[in-house]
C-alpha cells in the first residue's frame, strides 16, 4: 500500500483500510492502493503544520517564490506522465484537456503566487506614523484544503488554486486529497516534496492524507491547530464543514452549487443555429462537469426560441454521452434530474443514464415555462451537475427580471443581447447582486487566471461572497490575517511594514 505524505516524509498510514481508484471508462479498479487514514495520522500531520507554521516565520519571501516556481518547473518536466495517470483515473483526454489546458493553468497558477509572494502589495501595509501604529496582512497558520474530483490538477489539494494562495500567504499545507485521484495526487505530491526539500523549505510545508472519514474531517476543520479551511465539492458537504468551522469561529472557504443562469434576450435568439451551438457547447463541455457550467437557460417564447429548443434539443440528442467522473457523481446526477421532473419539467433530451460501460448519462434538456418556475424556485434551481440544463420560457421581459431577481447565489451569471435593448441594463443590475461574475454575449464556462477574475458568489455558490477562489493576489487573502503593530520598534515589523 502507498505511503502518505508526513512531515517532509513518505510514512506508512496508521490504518490498514485502502481504496483503489476506478477507472470512470469502463468502471474498473486502476492502479495501486492507498490508505484511509484514521485519527492518528491526523494527529501527525497536524502537529507537524504547526511547526512548519512557525519555521516558515523565518522563511524569506524570495525563498518561498522559489519553492513555488520549483514545484512548477518540477510539473512543467513531468507533465505527462502524470497527465496520463490523471486520465486512467478521470477519464479526461490526455490531449487537449489535460497535457494542453489544464498542466498549464496549473503551472501558470504556482508561477503567479510565486511573484505574488514577493510582492508587499497585495499584503495591504497601513501606517499611521504619527501614532507609530502599523498593521498589515501576514500569514494565518496551517490551511487544510479539501480538493474536488473534476480538475484533478487545477484544482487539487496538494497542486491547485487554493494550495498555491495558501503557500503564496506563507502557511503550511495539509491536503485532503480527492480519493477518485489517489495516483495523481501521489505523482503531485512527490514534485511538490522535491522541491520543498531542493528550496530548503520546513519539513512540514507540504502534507498529504489520501482520505479520511468524514467525521475525522469535520474534527480536523474544528482543531485549533487548522487556521483556515478551503473545500471544493458539494453542497451537502460543504455546509457540513463550515457548520463545524463556525462553531468554533474558524474562516473556511467553501466553493459549493452554481447554476450559472444564462438570459437570452429577442435580440440573441436573432443569432438562431449559431446559438445554439455555443450554448449547447458550453453546457456539455466536459460533460456537464464544470462549476461554470450552465444549468439554466432563460429565453423569451415566441417562432425564434421555438427554433432555438429545437436546435439545442437536436445538439443535445447528436452528441454522445461524455464519461462522469465516478459513480457518486452519476448517481447525484441521477437524483437530480429526478427531483426536477418531480417539479414539473418536461424532458426534451435524455433523462435517462446511458447505455455504456463507463459511467454516463444521456445528455439531458429540460423545459418548463416561467409561472411555473417562478411558483416551484427552489426545486427548480436544484444543481444538475453533468451533462444537463433547464429551458426556462418566459412571457415578456418582466418574466425575466422576475426570475432573474429569485436566482440563488451563483458563480457566473451571463446576458446575451445588445447594448440598447431595454432589458440590458436592469438584468446587469439585479445580476450582479446574485453572481460573483456577470458576463454579456459569451457563455460562463471558461475562468481565466486573471487578476481581475472573481471566482465567488453569494450563498450557495460559496461561504462567504466577499473571497475568489481563483485570482492572484485577491486569492491570497483567504489565508491572511490582519496584524497591527503598535509602538513596536521597526525590526520587530514584517518585511512590508519596514
Not at 524569506?60 to 502524470?82: C, P, Q, R, V
Not at 498593521?135 to 491547485?160: E, H, K, Q, R, Y
Not at 451533462?387 to 418566459?394: F, H, K, R
Not at 481565466?448 to 460559496?462: D, I
Request: proline content about 6%; charged content about 20%.
Amino acid at each position: 500500500m502507498n505511503s502518505i505524505l508526513i512531515n517532509g516524509d513518505w510514512q506508512s498510514a496508521k490504518s490498514s483500510r485502502a481504496i483503489q481508484a476506478i477507472d470512470p471508462t469502463n468502471r474498473s479498479a486502476v492502479g495501486e492502493t492507498f490508505p484511509v487514514s484514521d485519527w492518528a495520522d491526523c494527529e501527525t500531520v497536524m502537529d507537524a503544520a504547526q511547526a512548519a507554521a512557525v519555521a516558515m516565520e523565518d522563511i524569506s519571501l524570495d525563498d518561498l517564490a522559489s519553492f513555488l516556481n520549483a514545484y512548477a518547473d518540477n510539473l512543467e518536466k513531468n507533465a505527462e506522465s502524470i497527465c496520463e495517470v490523471a486520465n486512467q483515473e478521470t477519464g479526461l483526454p490526455v490531449s487537449p484537456r489535460l497535457l494542453d489546458v489544464e498542466m498549464p493553468r496549473t503551472i501558470d497558477q504556482l508561477r503567479q503566487a510565486a511573484a505574488a509572494a514577493k510582492d508587499h502589495g497585495w499584503r495591504n501595509p497601513v501606517h499611521d506614523h504619527d501614532k507609530n501604529i502599523h498593521s498589515c496582512l501576514t500569514p494565518i497558520g496551517p490551511v487544510l484544503i479539501f480538493g474536488p474530483n473534476n480538475f484533478p490538477l487545477a484544482f487539487n489539494a496538494i497542486s491547485g488554486g487554493d494550495f498555491a494562495a495558501a503557500i503564496a500567504a506563507g502557511n503550511p499545507v495539509i491536503a485532503k486529497a480527492h480519493p477518485s485521484q489517489p495516483g495523481t495526487s501521489r505523482l503531485l505530491a512527490e514534485q511538490a516534496l522535491d522541491a520543498a526539500k531542493r528550496t530548503g523549505m520546513p519539513a512540514g510545508i507540504v502534507q498529504m492524507l489520501y482520505d479520511i472519514d468524514p467525521s475525522d474531517g469535520l474534527k480536523m476543520v474544528a482543531d485549533s491547530r487548522i487556521a483556515a479551511v478551503a473545500f471544493t465539492g458539494s453542497r451537502r458537504g460543504g455546509t457540513a464543514l463550515k457548520a463545524a468551522a463556525d462553531q468554533v469561529g474558524k474562516p473556511i472557504y467553501l466553493e459549493m452549487s452554481s447554476i450559472n443562469p444564462v438570459f437570452l434576450l429577442q435580440s440573441a435568439l436573432e443569432r438562431g443555429e449559431e446559438l445554439s451551438d455555443e450554448a449547447a457547447g458550453s453546457c456539455l463541455l466536459a460533460a456537464g462537469q464544470f462549476c461554470t457550467s450552465p444549468n439554466l437557460i432563460v429565453i423569451p417564447k415566441g417562432e425564434k426560441a421555438d427554433e432555438f429548443l429545437q436546435a439545442m434539443t437536436a445538439a443535445f440528442k447528436s452528441k454522445p454521452a461524455g464519461t462522469l467522473l465516478s459513480e457518486a457523481v452519476l448517481s447525484s446526477l441521477k437524483s437530480s434530474i429526478e427531483m426536477l421532473v418531480g417539479a414539473g419539467v418536461e424532458i426534451l433530451a435524455g433523462g435517462k443514464e446511458a447505455e455504456s460501460d463507463a459511467f454516463a448519462f444521456a445528455n439531458t434538456l429540460m423545459k418548463i415555462d416561467s409561472k411555473s418556475f417562478l411558483e416551484n424556485e427552489d426545486a427548480l434551481q436544484t444543481e444538475a451537475f453533468g451533462p444537463a440544463s433547464l429551458v426556462v420560457v418566459c412571457e415578456d421581459e418582466q418574466d425575466a427580471l422576475a426570475i432573474a431577481k429569485r436566482i440563488h447565489g451563483s458563480l457566473t451569471a451571463s446576458v446575451y443581447g445588445k447594448e440598447g435593448d431595454a432589458a440590458m441594463v436592469p438584468l446587469t443590475k439585479i445580476l450582479q447582486r446574485v453572481a460573483g461574475r456577470v458576463i454579456h454575449n459569451k457563455m460562463p464556462t471558461g475562468v481565466a487566471v486573471s487578476p481581475a477574475m472573481n471566482h465567488g458568489g453569494p450563498y450557495p455558490a460559496t461561504g462567504h461572497p466577499r473571497f475568489t477562489a481563483v485570482g492572484i493576489p485577491a486569492s491570497l487573502e483567504r489565508f491572511a490575517k490582519l496584524s497591527c503593530f503598535d509602538n513596536v520598534a521597526e525590526s520587530f515589523l514584517p518585511a512590508c511594514l519596514r
